[in-house]
């Protein structure tokens, strides 16, 4: 009863190309492959009527693309499980879209290669972000139940291994168990293992999403001047949110957001104006990923920049007269943040140790992640895995493999040492805070 090995079961996932809802024959293959090594399987798919009333998503089912989206799971079980706690150790199947233009190979046929410094390196998309940190997680588990069968370890407890869907799309998966549990089991803490450089995360950030629709009158080319050109109405708008980040990024602090130098950053991602060359461009939609601080609420951040915007619209004669719109589209990322004193992050912390890993210290992340549905339904959950988020949506993604076989390594730690075989501090004590988690 085995699974691939690392690099083979790693190969595999990223020969698939999970984008734009496709991750059901990757799922399907990773369950049966869990349920031949002896996993006990689980499979749900998120319910858009349910989803509908979470923060996270539209508030229209119709525009939650859930269905054939399945999500699954493999539970391996030690001595008397009830008696003990249950680690979930999550990953999403789902990638962003490849852009093959600027990819120096096909992005769904991973290559092996060298760094500069001679380490070894996989290539392809969904190697950071996240199916080789998916693959370490199943082998943490493996690792984990081979200790216990071998008679090293004595155990009790559950480890729970998730490949959820959808989580670029505001976690689908991943809210869809927060909220109703696929497990006829409580959940005691989580691992959700993002590419985190090999260091503990203990806050991630929110984003809201919003879109910017101006109005402005079309004229031709020629006599440019009887119209009203978008473009400008937009840069006064652009500058002014500039400015609230930088003001923001001021005034907002947190601890582990120190080390950026624009730690709740926005950015415009997509702008389309006009409709011919020609022609005076006379309307404009522009869409704004905002960051939202640990602390903060999407509501909160969201009403200062509408605010900003009004005070530009006020200043504006035309604006006045012909009022942006304002709305929000698409997902939510709340912000998620947990007590860095959790079980959870001790175990971790002592995991890297042992594995000669030194910058234990928690830190935030500016993106956000699906430990916040867990975080919201009171699951401690800490971040943590292989792999530089730079690499993520980039093209030619890359991992070294060797911190992907650090990270199984310490992920099985983390979860033995969470368990209580081996005791948080890694000296081989129990350590009375775990009976403090409740199960």
Same mark, same amino acid.
């Given at each position: 009863?085995?699974?691939?090995?690392?690099?083979?079961?790693?190969?595999?996932?990223?020969?698939?190309?999970?984008?734009?809802?496709?991750?059901?024959?990757?799922?399907?293959?990773?369950?049966?492959?869990?349920?031949?090594?002896?996993?006990?399987?689980?499979?749900?798919?998120?319910?858009?009527?349910? #989803?509908?009333?979470?923060?996270?998503?539209?508030?229209?089912?119709?525009? $939650?693309?859930?269905?054939?989206?399945?999500?699954?799971? &493999?539970?391996?079980?030690?001595?008397?499980?009830?008696?003990?706690?249950?680690?979930?150790?999550?990953?999403?199947?789902?990638?962003?879209?490849?852009?093959?233009?600027?990819?120096?190979?096909?992005?769904?046929?991973?290559?092996?290669?060298?760094? =500069?410094?001679?380490?070894?390196? #996989?290539?392809?998309?969904?190697?950071?972000?996240?199916?080789?940190?998916?693959?370490?997680?199943?082998?943490?588990?493996?690792?984990?139940?081979?200790?216990?069968?071998?008679?090293?370890?004595? #155990?009790?407890? /559950?480890?729970?291994?998730?490949?959820?869907?959808?989580?670029?799309?505001?976690?689908?998966?991943?809210?869809?168990?927060?909220?109703?549990?696929?497990?006829?089991?409580?959940?005691?803490?989580?691992?959700?293992?993002?590419?985190?450089?090999?260091?503990?995360?203990?806050?991630?950030?929110?984003?809201?999403?919003?879109? #910017?629709?101006?109005?402005?009158?079309?004229?031709?080319?020629?006599? /440019?001047?009887?119209?009203?050109?978008?473009?400008?109405?937009?840069?006064?708008? /652009? +500058?002014?949110?500039? !400015?609230?980040?930088?003001?923001?990024?001021?005034?907002?602090?947190?601890?582990?957001?120190?080390?950026?130098?624009?730690?709740?950053?926005?950015?415009?991602?997509?702008?389309?104006?006009?409709?011919?060359?020609?022609?005076?461009?006379?309307? *404009?939609?522009?869409?704004?990923?905002?960051?939202?601080?640990?602390?903060?609420?999407?509501?909160?951040?969201?009403?200062?920049? !509408?605010?900003?915007?009004?005070?530009?619209?006020?200043?504006?004669?035309?604006?006045?007269?012909?009022?942006?719109?304002?709305?929000?589209?698409?997902?939510?990322?709340?912000?998620?943040? $947990?007590?860095?004193?959790?079980?959870?992050?001790?175990?971790?912390?002592?995991?890297?140790?042992?594995?000669?890993?030194?910058?234990?210290?928690?830190? &935030?992340?500016?993106?956000?992640?699906?430990? /916040?549905?867990?975080?919201?339904?009171?699951?401690?959950?800490?971040?943590?895995?292989?792999?530089?988020?730079?690499?993520?949506?980039?093209?030619?993604?890359?991992?070294?493999?060797? =911190?992907?076989?650090?990270?199984? =390594?310490?992920?099985?730690?983390?979860?033995?040492?969470? *368990? +209580?075989?081996?005791?948080?501090?890694?000296?081989?004590?129990?350590?009375?805070?775990?009976?403090?988690?409740?199960?």
């Amino acid at each position: 009863m085995t699974v691939p090995d690392l690099r083979d079961l790693t190969t595999r996932l990223c020969e698939f190309e999970t984008t734009d809802g496709a991750e059901a024959p990757a799922a399907e293959w990773l369950r049966d492959r869990l349920a031949d090594a002896g996993f006990e399987t689980y499979t749900w798919e998120a319910d858009p009527e349910r #989803l509908a009333g979470h923060p996270s998503f539209p508030d229209d089912p119709a525009a $939650i693309d859930a269905t054939g989206r399945p999500s699954v799971a &493999g539970v391996v079980e030690f001595g008397d499980p009830d008696a003990g706690r249950t680690i979930v150790l999550n990953g999403h199947l789902d990638v962003v879209p490849a852009d093959d233009d600027l990819w120096t190979s096909d992005p769904f046929d991973p290559v092996w290669g060298e760094a =500069d410094d001679g380490a070894e390196t #996989l290539t392809c998309r969904g190697a950071v972000d996240m199916k080789a940190a998916v693959a370490a997680c199943v082998h943490a588990a493996v690792d984990l139940r081979e200790a216990v069968g071998s008679g090293d370890l004595d #155990l009790d407890g /559950r480890v729970v291994v998730e490949a959820v869907a959808g989580e670029e799309e505001g976690g689908l998966g991943a809210a869809a168990a927060a909220l109703d549990s696929p497990y006829p089991f409580d959940r005691d803490a989580g691992l959700v293992a993002e590419p985190t450089e090999l260091r503990p995360v203990t806050a991630t950030e929110g984003t809201v999403m919003k879109r #910017l629709r101006i109005a402005g009158r079309s004229a031709h080319a020629a006599t /440019r001047w009887n119209g009203v050109d978008t473009l400008p109405l937009f840069e006064r708008i /652009r +500058g002014a949110f500039t !400015e609230l980040e930088a003001e923001r990024c001021e005034r907002v602090t947190h601890p582990l957001y120190e080390a950026f130098d624009v730690p709740w950053p926005i950015v415009c991602g997509r702008v389309e104006a006009g409709s011919w060359a020609s022609t005076v461009p006379g309307t *404009l939609t522009a869409e704004w990923r905002i960051g939202v601080a640990p602390g903060e609420t999407v509501d909160e951040v969201e009403a200062a920049f !509408e605010t900003r915007l009004a005070e530009v619209v006020a200043d504006d004669d035309w604006l006045s007269e012909h009022p942006p719109e304002f709305d929000r589209f698409s997902i939510m990322f709340e912000p998620a943040e $947990i007590d860095a004193d959790e079980p959870v992050v001790r175990s971790l912390q002592a995991a890297m140790t042992d594995s000669g890993l030194s910058d234990t210290a928690p830190t &935030g992340a500016t993106y956000g992640a699906d430990n /916040r549905h867990y975080i919201a339904a009171g699951i401690p959950t800490v971040v943590f895995g292989p792999g530089n988020i730079d690499q993520a949506h980039f093209p030619d993604e890359t991992i070294r493999w060797a =911190d992907v076989e650090t990270a199984r =390594d310490v992920i099985r730690d983390t979860a033995e040492r969470f *368990l +209580g075989g081996n005791g948080i501090d890694g000296r081989g004590e129990a350590n009375a805070r775990q009976n403090d988690v409740p199960r």
